[in-house]
Structures are given as structure tokens and as C-alpha cells.
């Protein structure tokens, strides 16, 4: 099993619904932000990896077909090279609008302080773990290396844009689907050759579903 689709779209552009839909459509396991709870081990390789060490991609991915979402949109090049029949998928989003979407769910971590406390309360409360567990990946993948520390509305719009335009300029274009999720499954299918299943499109992590 290796991976045959890379998720480049930044996190609240579709990217949770985009993980259902791949795994609908045969690429599962599909590893999103939501995995590294299950896998507490992969917490050091992605900060390895934003520390610029090498990563054994074939092991962080072991039984898995497809990755999106951070903390894999942030490595798509190296993942690309090291995949490269992969196809890759950019989800894209309005910037304003994604901006409100971000600074009301994933640019919320808790300050480091308090995530001492957490982490002393999560040995007694298992509902934190998950928290616990995702967050050195988020602060340091995330805020630091994606974002550099500035998660301001200029600078994240500004990271936002210079990603997708990377992106768009990087990728070849017969690997690369440029996607909004609303568009639903027909494009998505098209691009990966399989047949459009007689499904809904999984419209998944609404600001809602993000805070509950």
C-alpha cells in the first residue's frame, strides 16, 4: 500500500470532507489531523519534519492510501517527490471567508501555559486527549512553520495565497486537481478515474462540528 492521493489544501478548505470522500471512493485509509490521536508516535516525526529531518514517509504512512489536511498539505513537495505517481488535490476556499472559518476553529490553541495545566488534567479526563496529543503538532507544523508564529489576518491571508499560487506553480498539471468541495463529487472522480457513486457528498467539520 503506498499513497496515491496528497491533499495540498490548507486546513477549513474542505479538507475533512475531502478525507471522507477519498475514503468512499477506495483510497483509505485517508490520514488527515484527526489520525495523530490514534498514532501518539507520529507527534516527533511531524516535528522532525518541520525541523527539516528526514522522515521515513513509507512508516508514517503505513496502511494508508491518501493524506490531507496538516499535517500533510504543509510537506506536499517532499511527498510528492517521494510518491511521485501520486495525484494532488488543492482545495480551495474564498480567503476572507476561510480566514473567519480559521480564526474561529484551528488558530485557537489553548496558550502554552494552559496547556500544562491540560496536560496534567488529560491523565484523569481521556476527553482531552486528543488536545493534548494534536497540539505540538499544530503549534509547531502549524503555527510555527507554516505560519511563522503570525497567524494576523494579513499574514495568514497572505500565507494562504502564496501556497495555493505555490502550489498551482509546482505541481504539473496533469497531477493536480485545483477543487472546491462544493462542487462535489463529479470533478473529483473525473481526476481519479473512478465511477461517481450514487452517494452525498460528505459535507463534513463545520465551525460547529470544529467547537462540539
Known sequence: MTIR???????????????????RLGFDKCYHMDEIPKNPSHVPLWIDAANGKTVDWDALFDGYQSAVDLPPFAFYPELMAHYPEAKVILTLREPEEWYKSASQ??????????????????????????LVTIEPVARKVGYEYVFKNDVSRENAINVFNQHNDKVRQTVPPERLLVYDVQQGWEPLCNFLNVPVPNLPFPHKNTREDFAS
Open 5 to 23: 492521493v496528497i491533499g495540498a489544501g490548507i486546513g477549513r478548505t474542505g479538507t475533512q470532507s475531502l478525507k471522507f470522500a477519498l475514503e
Open 105 to 130: 476553529t484551528i488558530f485557537r490553541l489553548p496558550p502554552r501555559p494552559l496547556m500544562i495545566v491540560l496536560r496534567l488534567v488529560s491523565l484523569f479526563n481521556s476527553k482531552l486527549k486528543p
